[in-house]
């Protein structure tokens, strides 16, 4: 097999005939030797030297060994114009959209075999135009359309596919033809179309499926497509078809016909295909990294480069989705990568020499590791890492946000920290005792620990490490109750709570309780402001999203100021979302478009602000928002001014007296 790396130092003739060789392969044979990844990346290439070279026009046609002659199509079923990057789908569209509000329908690209039904007779695409009639394979055809599941008995045109479900519990019981077994759907679907006698595939109960164009579609705007990219994408994966892209069309059929097409494909749809965000490699190794509640298996990768960023790590997710895929050392991967994403793995085929990934005893401590739910847990009360973590959100939640892990170790290590109240008892002579920590960083960092004991009992609620309550749930339990009254609950109590499952209520009783001591210790040390109660009137909500000049803590107090309420994500119920980048593709942006949640920029909003009547001019300079400089500071600890006051100094919110 050809090394695919290095297709770029093959001579334009060696690629050429490579290209015809697996063209020939795959359509004339009906035996592929390679991916579609891996011919879709020498078609790239090929476009990258000859962009008009005849073969990135050609049209296959599939191989078929019925008799059923040649189909001249009522109407013609060209191939599509390809695009392997959310780059040149948006260039695509930019040629034919009136307006920034134009209709797109996103549609998934089945792995398949195009075919056209007209009531009578089942053709393939074959060139566009005559098609060779499959007629035969009728009685293996089920038809999935809108509103219809069932026999083929009306006029239909799609794609002849395997579902992922049926490939699953029949074929690996369906024998072809010579012995063996089908390796994947797609061989599958071009070795039934092309036997001569489906007798032996009827009586095995193989099954195909027609999935017409119209199955599944929906619309966006083209001012969404960016946004919603990785999540289309998401969507079109999960499908229970084999799929190898996203076609996208104009919605606008009048319109989209009327710009005609060119020799082999219409000018108003493009395919995305998946190649162009996935790559295939080798699976090094499995890092376990530690969470506050769980360990995440992360993968080390033999590096690849997806769409020109060099990946040498992916997420594994949890312990769940390693047995589900079983997934091991040394196995061939596929890893995506779409837009803003995370890379994770896709699929993967074997290795010769498997190592399992799962690890039965805690890196950190050596403990015996347990699963709860899809996860692999650290249970050890006294596990230095798990507990770092758990430090480390703690503090975060507290909005102490300079205070990173690096120094968190250090304290642990060197000043004896074990809990959050023992942050909140260190003196400023204590932390001149780290590493790397002169005069002033130590006293700026005191100052913000100082400042930091001021909060709000949401944030207090959230810094409890109680699985699934972040700040959001934590303001909409507090919304219900008084934070003394939830250590009196019930679950079943708690369950009446709008977002509060059995899972969460569950977790709420039992961390009240069993750290019950810990938490008495904490409100020792801190003032925990009360939020308002089941008010009439509500607060328009905040988020902010993208990096920006000032840490987020900054920007959310200067909006509480202000009279709004800071939120962590976006949801129907947002009222603003504040980006530091108007063009971002960040999955806030996307979702708060996708929901029509206003947008401003940074320096907009901030502007608004400075402009309102009602309000305070904004602490920050205008010459500072627009060109922001970082200065580097070793000792994790912002070393120049002092944090912005807390929100909570204003003395509105009362003060709480409370015990567990």
């Not at 679950?491 to 009240?512: F, Y």
Request: proline share 5%; hydrophobic share 35%.
């Amino acid at each position: 097999m050809e090394d695919y790396n290095k297709i770029h130092e093959m001579s334009l003739q060696e690629l050429v005939q490579l290209i015809e060789y697996h063209n020939q392969r795959y359509w004339e044979l009906g035996e592929p030797e390679i991916s579609d990844d891996d011919y879709d990346r020498l078609m790239v290439e090929l476009r990258s030297r000859d962009p008009n070279h005849p073969l990135l026009h050609w049209v296959g046609t599939q191989r078929t060994a019925s008799a059923g002659g040649k189909v001249k199509l009522a109407k013609p079923m060209l191939s599509l114009d390809k695009a392997y990057s959310l780059e040149e789908v948006v260039e695509w569209a930019q040629k034919y959209i009136r307006s920034k509000d134009e209709l797109l329908l996103a549609q998934p690209k089945y792995d398949g075999i195009s075919a056209n039904f007209d009531g009578t007779i089942l053709a393939t695409r074959g060139d566009g135009e005559i098609g060779e009639d499959i007629s035969d394979k009728l009685p293996l055809i089920e038809l999935e359309a809108p509103n219809y599941t069932g026999q083929l008995n009306r006029p239909a045109r799609g794609e002849i596919v395997i579902r992922k479900d049926d490939f699953a519990n029949l074929y690996s019981h369906i024998y072809k033809k010579g012995g063996g077994v089908y390796k994947n759907s797609r061989n599958a679907v071009a070795g039934i179309m092309g036997l001569k006698d489906i007798s032996d595939m009827i009586r095995q109960h193989a099954k195909l499926t027609l999935a017409d164009y119209s199955l599944v579609s929906f619309k966006i705007k083209f001012s969404e497509l960016s946004g919603r990219f990785a999540e289309i994408i998401e969507t079109v994966e999960a499908l229970p078809y084999p799929t190898d892209g996203v076609v996208f069309k104009l919605a606008d059929t009048a319109y989209s016909e009327s710009l005609g097409a060119t020799s082999h494909h219409p000018r108003g749809q493009i395919a995305f295909k998946f190649s162009g965000i996935r790559r295939k490699t080798k699976l090094l190794a499995v890092e376990w990294s530690f969470g506050k509640n769980a360990l995440t298996p992360v993968a080390e990768l033999d590096p690849v480069e997806i769409g020109g960023v060099t990946i040498k790590r992916a997420t594994l997710h949890n312990a769940q989705n390693i047995i589900d895929m079983d997934i091991q050392i040394h196995d061939e991967v596929t890893v995506e990568r779409a837009g803003d994403v995370i890379p994770y793995i896709v699929s993967r085929e074997p290795g010769e020499e498997r190592i399992n990934a799962m690890i039965t005893n805690c890196p950190g401590c050596g403990s015996t590791l347990v699963r709860r739910g899809p996860e692999l847990c650290c249970v050890n009360p006294e596990c230095f890492e798990t507990n770092l973590q758990k430090l480390t959100a703690a503090v975060k939640n507290f909005g102490i946000e300079q205070l990173g892990e690096p120094t968190i170790r250090k304290m642990m290590l060197s000043l004896g920290v074990k809990k959050l109240s023992d942050i909140f008892k260190l003196t400023q002579n204590q932390l001149l005792k780290l590493d790397n920590f002169a005069e002033k960083s130590a006293a700026n960092l005191y100052r913000e620990i100082d400042t930091a004991k001021h909060v709000a009992d949401y944030q207090f609620l959230a810094a409890l490490n109680i699985p699934n309550i972040g700040l959001d749930i934590a303001k909409i339990l507090l919304k219900h109750f008084k934070l003394e009254e939830l250590s009196t609950l019930s679950e079943d109590e708690l369950l009446n709570v709008p977002g509060i499952g059995e899972k969460r209520a569950k977790a709420i009783v039992e961390i009240l309780h069993s750290e019950a001591q810990e938490i008495n210790d904490l409100l020792a040390t801190v003032e925990v402001s009360k939020t308002a109660q089941n008010s009439s009137t509500t607060r328009p909500t905040i988020c902010f999203t993208g990096k920006m000049p000032e840490k987020r803590s900054f920007y959310e107090n200067l909006a509480a100021e202000h009279g709004y309420e800071a939120v962590d994500s976006v949801s129907q119920s947002l009222s603003l979302l504040v980006t530091a980048d108007i063009s971002s593709n960040s999955s806030k942006t996307g979702k708060a478009k996708k929901l029509g949640i206003p947008i401003v920029e940074l320096q907009d909003f901030l502007r608004q602000l400075s402009e309102s009547r009602t309000v305070k001019e904004p602490p920050v300079p205008e010459d500072k928002i627009q060109k922001p400089t970082v200065k580097a500071d070793e000792s994790n600890v912002k070393s120049e001014d002092a944090p912005p006051k807390d929100s909570f100094d204003d003395g509105l919110p009362e003060q709480l007296t409370l015990g567990f």
